[in-house]
């Protein structure tokens, strides 16, 4: 199944070389571009891509802004955020607003690719430079008061445990090798930890981790 992607890009240049990266790619297809937020949600709505790869900094609307958007949408695509700023405010409003992952643009082609297909595949990505930053950086919260951090009492036990590693970066397939379960098994944790804390997506799923104070520094 051919992956479809939008790309979205105030540079013309810019747009050009990640158009050439991704239809080098048997299994991925650039169905369309867009100039700022505008366009992107105009072209999302009329192509339908399932992946939009939109950069953060844009006039008329901004990449954040517009992942709110996107994700809102009847169809809505995944989002990978790219920029040329490894801000930590970027990274964390991006992720709250919906976007799959993080990537700056000085990553090499393969790592571009492959992103688009973790992200299409379920599983959250940031960039290896930022992660660490980021937990340390919104994960200084006070110890929670119970066993469990607040907010998560729907929760089972191994949920909260899946939870961790989900906001940690892991995959299914890493989880699945750190719990010694199977991948389905694993899947099947994900959905209904997403479904309890009514939460729309895997992404929104490290927020919560990060924010519950679930994810530490240095664990």
């Known amino acids: ?4 992607v939008l790309v979205v890009d105030d540079e013309a240049i810019v747009r050009d070389g990640l158009r050439t990266i991704i239809d080098l790619e048997p299994d991925l297809e650039v169905v369309g571009e867009a100039a700022n937020g505008e366009e992107a ?6 192509l339908t891509p399932d992946l939009a790869l939109v950069d953060i900094q844009m006039p008329v609307l901004d990449g954040i802004e517009t992942t709110r958007r996107l994700v809102l949408l009847k169809t809505p695509p995944k989002v990978l955020l790219l920029t040329t700023f490894d801000r930590n405010e970027y990274v964390y409003e991006g992720m709250k607003a919906g976007a799959g992952g993080f990537l700056l643009k000085d990553v090499r082609r393969n790592q571009l690719t492959d992103a688009i297909r973790t992200i299409m595949a379920g599983d959250t990505l940031l960039a290896p430079s930022v992660t660490r930053r980021l937990i340390e950086e919104f994960c200084r919260l006070p110890s929670p008061s119970s066993s469990r951090p607040v907010g998560l009492a729907e929760l089972t036990a191994r949920e909260v445990e899946v939870l961790a590693l989900v906001g940690r970066g892991r995959s299914n397939a890493e989880i699945a090798q750190d719990l010694v379960v199977a991948e389905t098994t694993v899947r099947t944790h994900v959905s209904r930890l997403l479904t309890k804390l009514d939460l729309r997506d895997r992404a929104q799923a490290v927020v919560v981790a990060y924010e519950s104070g679930l994810i530490r520094p240095g664990t």
Do not use: K
């Open 1 to 4: 199944m051919t992956i479809r």
């Open 41 to 46: 949600l105009s072209a999302a709505r009329r």
